[in-house]
T-cell receptor, first 113, second 115 residues
Framework: AQSVTQLDSQVPVFEEAPVELRCNYSSSVSVYLFWYVQYPNQGLQLLLKYLSGSTLVKGINGFEAEFNKSQTSFHLRKPSVHISDTAEYFCAVSDYNTDKLIFGTGTRLQVFP | NAGVTQTPKFQVLKTGQSMTLQCAQDMNHNSMYWYRQDPGMGLRLIYYSASEGTTDKGEVPNGYNVSRLNKREFSLRLESAAPSQTSVYFC??????????????FGPGTRLTVT
């Protein structure tokens, strides 16, 4: 069975600092990987996705993630965060045989001025 | 395009009452999903529908029923609400298997409180 682990439940960071949100997955088959963002009192919005090809994936709002198959990781990074990046971030995985997503428990990114 | 819409936005029920959460999408998607979101637990799949006329249980189906009324609409029913069903409910849709598009699109959510 697939699973997703987001290693940090909360990440506090100052504005303009870099940030990395960590995600590890387990699966016995090839996977697709996603990062979603949830702003307060809203639904989830896709940040970026890895389906195949280049392991470095760029998304919206300056975020990027790197797929590392050997370490089964898909960490999310941003070189310089803004106050408006304060939100909850979810990593998710699906396999080639299903259109269901398995979500991690989320990481709350709090950006301070 | 409105994307995925959900009604109502908020609801308060007493234990034992029933209600139906409505969801509709205008993207001609094949697959639709119902999730619940609880603090510290991420999103958990309640039910999903891979196509019109089919539904399958997800991770936490107990206490819920669903209906895929047509390709656009997917409703979630609580027959006898319990306090453990206090949660935020999200509907989502995706193009589905074989389409080359794998991301899911989410509605704004329904915040349900059961007292």
């Amino acid at each position: 069975a697939q699973s997703v682990t987001q290693l940090d439940s909360q990440v506090p960071v100052f504005e303009e600092a870099p940030v990395e949100l960590r995600c590890n997955y387990s699966s016995s088959v090839s996977v697709y990987l996603f990062w979603y963002v949830q702003y307060p009192n809203q639904g989830l919005q896709l940040l970026l996705k890895y389906l195949s090809g280049s392991t470095l994936v760029k998304g919206i709002n300056g975020f990027e993630a790197e797929f590392n198959k050997s370490q089964t990781s898909f960490h999310l990074r941003k070189p310089s965060v803004h106050i408006s990046d304060t939100a909850e971030y979810f990593c998710a995985v699906s396999d080639y045989n299903t259109d269901k997503l398995i979500f991690g428990t989320g990481t709350r990114l709090q950006v301070f001025p | 395009n409105a994307g995925v819409t959900q009604t109502p936005k908020f609801q308060v029920l007493k234990t034992g009452q029933s209600m139906t959460l409505q969801c509709a999408q205008d993207m001609n998607h094949n697959s639709m999903y119902w999730y619940r979101q609880d603090p510290g637990m991420g999103l958990r799949l309640i039910y999903y529908s891979a196509s019109e006329g089919t539904t399958d249980k997800g991770e936490v189906p107990n206490g819920y029923n669903v209906s895929r009324l047509n390709k656009r609409e997917f409703s979630l029913r609580l027959e006898s609400a319990a306090p453990s069903q206090t949660s935020v409910y999200f509907c989502a849709s995706s193009a589905g298997r074989g389409t080359g598009s794998y991301e899911q699109y989410f509605g704004p959510g329904t915040r349900l409180t059961v007292t």
